[in-house]
């Protein structure tokens, strides 16, 4: 029986990769999860986008949702440093679609509240999957996703301000909650035959000249949306816009 089309491009690329490269990335996907995500609706500046993918980066997320507005969801390639390489993106068209897709895959859904009744962030349910909800700049996460949700959070503030950033938000919280889950055992790792397939694409994505190299292998590159673990979104969840502000 061949060896998985994943195993054979990690063996076909390997010497295209440094050694210090190779275990920096392998590093990375065991630290990766799915069992926290990120929903962001109808975020509007780039510059906040971008950021909330870093951060999602650096916690250790595999993927964020995003449910964009009339405007799309812009990403600055300054401010997001090649973040958004490192992470599956999906776009729904809808709140309803989008928690649906969720709850089918056994997560609980917590929208970001300001007002109103909401549990403080530490004491979120962290032995389930869990799915954060942040809204737009100025008006937040909408009345109709807050309704849907399983149950509204805030981060505990004791000054005078009554709201966060968007992005400053998403990274208080993504680090309560991957610090807890961690913590207290409930940070489900990749399965290894995603870690294997994750592996191949982002060896893909580090070799410049990876596709004439496979291609002379009689191989074709596993891009993102292949392999039995990816989710395809049907179109591309954000876009990229160069920036030149300091």
């Known amino acids: 029986m061949p060896e998985p089309l994943p195993r054979r491009i990690v063996q076909a690329l390997a010497p295209y990769v440094s050694e210090a490269r190779q275990a ?3 590093a990375v996907i065991e630290a990766r999860s799915r069992s926290v995500t990120l929903v962001l609706e109808e975020v509007v500046n780039d510059h906040n986008g971008a950021a909330i993918l870093r951060t ?15 405007a799309g969801f812009r990403v600055s390639r300054k401010v997001a440093q090649g973040s958004q390489k490192w992470l599956d993106a999906h776009r729904h068209e809808s709140v ?3 928690y649906d897709d969720l709850r089918e895959r056994g997560f609980e859904i917590w929208a970001s509240a300001v007002h109103g009744e909401a549990r ?12 954060l909800v942040f809204g737009n700049e100025h008006d ?3 009345p109709e996703a807050i309704a849907a949700a399983d149950g509204r959070f805030h981060v505990p503030m004791y000054g005078f301000v009554e709201s966060l950033n968007v992005s400053v938000a998403a990274a208080l919280s993504l680090a309560e909650v991957t610090r807890a889950r961690r913590k207290g055992g409930h940070w489900t790792p990749l399965g290894e035959e995603e870690k294997e397939e994750l592996l191949a694409r982002w060896f ?17 590159p596993l891009a993102s949306g292949v392999g039995s673990h990816a989710r395809p979104s049907k179109d591309a969840a954000f876009e990229m816009v160069e920036d030149d502000r300091p």
């Not at 999602?56 to 009339?70: C, K, N, Q, R, S």
């Not at 403080?120 to 799915?131: G, I, N, S, T, W």
């Not at 994505?205 to 191989?219: F, K, M, N």
């Open 24 to 26: 920096r990335l392998r």
């Open 56 to 70: 999602a980066d650096a916690f250790g997320l595999m993927e964020v949702h995003v449910i964009p507005g009339p």
């Open 96 to 98: 309803d679609v989008c």
């Open 120 to 131: 403080p962030l530490e004491q979120l349910p962290m032995d389930r999957p869990l799915a």
């Open 140 to 142: 937040g996460v909408s």
């Open 204 to 220: 893909t994505q580090s070799v410049r000249a990876a596709e004439p190299l496979l291609a002379r292998e009689g191989l074709s």
